[in-house]
């Protein structure tokens, strides 16, 4: 991926791509970052040497959503790029890509909110913040992903797809929304 500033320059631009979808994960993938470096901290703390190995395992596995979440923002890019590109029946098919593929990433981001709440468990009081504001910049990026996947279903004719899509969304913005309030109430104390 581009440095930060040509990424925003490239968003910021008069081109369709990157666009919402792409910005949601880089955002989610902003918030696993935060997660791999507190449970880093943590884990170079002789303080905290018995929670070393937990940290560590949360540190492989917030790199793992923050590589994926990247891809998932090229992914987005490229089913949205082939909505512009499609024509006729063609069309339809590259809707239903260009919608699952925020609902993938709503998956990834459902899990840096996991993978944050789990690292509160890590009990680094100087870094509670840090996976506060990874909490808060997760849960957006998800609730960002899920109005490009309502978006394409506007255009989607195949209601039973919609409706399984709908479903799956619907069920990680509750799963989110539980989690951000966990952990909001032990980033807050």
């Keep these: ?67 994926a979440l990247v891809e998932a923002g090229r992914r987005d890019e490229e089913a949205f790029a082939a909505v512009m590109a499609s024509h006729g029946t063609q069309r339809q098919q590259a809707l239903q890509r260009a919608a699952q593929e925020p609902l993938s990433a709503m998956r990834l981001e459902r899990d840096v909110l996991c993978l944050a709440k789990d690292a509160l468990a890590l009990e680094h009081a100087h870094l509670t913040s840090d996976l506060g504001v990874a909490g808060e910049l997760a849960g957006a990026a998800l609730a960002a992903s899920a109005y490009n996947v309502r978006v394409n279903h506007r255009a989607m004719r195949d209601a039973e797809i919609v409706e399984q899509q709908r479903l799956d969304m619907e069920a990680l913005e509750r799963e989110s929304d539980a989690l951000v309030r966990e952990i909001r109430s032990v980033a807050k104390r």
Excluded: K
Excluded at 15 to 28: N, Q, W
């Design 1 to 67: 991926m581009e440095r930060v500033t040509e990424y925003l320059d490239r968003l910021a631009s008069a081109s369709p791509t990157p666009g919402g979808g792409s910005a949601a994960t880089i955002v989610a993938a902003v918030a696993s970052a935060l997660v791999a470096m507190v449970a880093r901290i943590t884990a170079q703390c002789p303080r905290h040497a018995a929670n070393r190995d937990a940290a560590l395992r949360i540190v492989d596995q917030a790199e793992r959503l923050r590589a």
